[in-house]
T-cell receptor, first 114, second 112 residues
């Protein structure tokens, strides 16, 4: 079962604009990770944010985490055509909660129009 | 450092056959996890191995099994293949719990 809900399911913007994707989850977590996937290929790790962190940056990426609302957002600034991909959030629950290693959302399909 | 590698990249099998997929983790990573990705169910966790021991297991039937060797390389096996097993199978490695998971390119399995 998927813990995460991602919003929107699809997003289409013009090159140079910013893209924001949101992720909500249901249980407590150790960390939350964001991934990018180009069609049918493997997942590329973008950023990991721990449960005691509120914000993290990596290049043009900014991730926030609000554990009280069980939500996270990924902001991509100054988007490029190469950013076109599906983006997934994945949560790692504390081990006492059971069997899942990473629980994924259903993803946001981002299209950058030139 | 070389990334996670998976072999084969593509595989076509028929119903009832079995299949073995292989994964080599990033050097130094002792945790290897497997995931199944389908259009309908998305990304689902299969199992995790750490130091040759299965540490976690997802909600999949017993036809799905795996193992890990002393060099951290891992294999997963699917027996008595069904049409619904057609999927992209992804392997990921990490240093352990609370660490970033890095994924391989996947094996695309088609069951006819």
């Amino acid at each position: 079962s998927q813990q995460g809900e991602e919003d929107p399911q699809a997003l289409s913007i013009q090159e140079g604009e910013n893209a924001t994707m949101n992720c909500s989850y249901k249980t407590s977590i150790n960390n939350l990770q964001w991934y990018r996937q180009n069609s049918g290929r493997g997942l590329v790790h973008l950023i990991l944010i721990r449960s005691n962190e509120r914000e993290k940056h990596s290049g043009r990426l900014r991730v926030t985490l609000d554990t009280s609302k069980k939500s996270s957002s990924l902001l991509i600034t100054a988007s490029r055509a190469a950013d076109t991909a599906s983006y997934f959030c994945a949560t790692e629950p504390p081990p006492i909660q059971g069997a899942q290693k990473l629980v994924f959302g259903q993803g946001t399909r981002l299209t950058i129009n030139p | 450092k070389a990334g996670v590698t998976q072999t084969p990249r593509y595989l076509i099998k028929t119903r009832g056959q079995q299949v073995t997929l292989s994964c080599s983790p990033i050097s130094g990573h002792r945790s290897v996890s497997w995931y199944q990705q389908t259009p309908g169910q998305g990304l689902q966790f299969l199992f995790e191995y750490f130091s040759e021991t299965q540490r976690n297991k997802g909600n999949f039937p017993g036809r799905f099994s795996g193992r890990q060797f002393s060099n951290s390389r891992s294999e997963m096996n699917v027996s008595t293949l069904e049409l619904g097993d057609s999927a992209l199978y992804l392997c990921a490695s990490s240093l352990g719990q609370k660490a970033a998971e890095f994924f391989g390119p996947g094996t695309r399995l088609t069951v006819l």
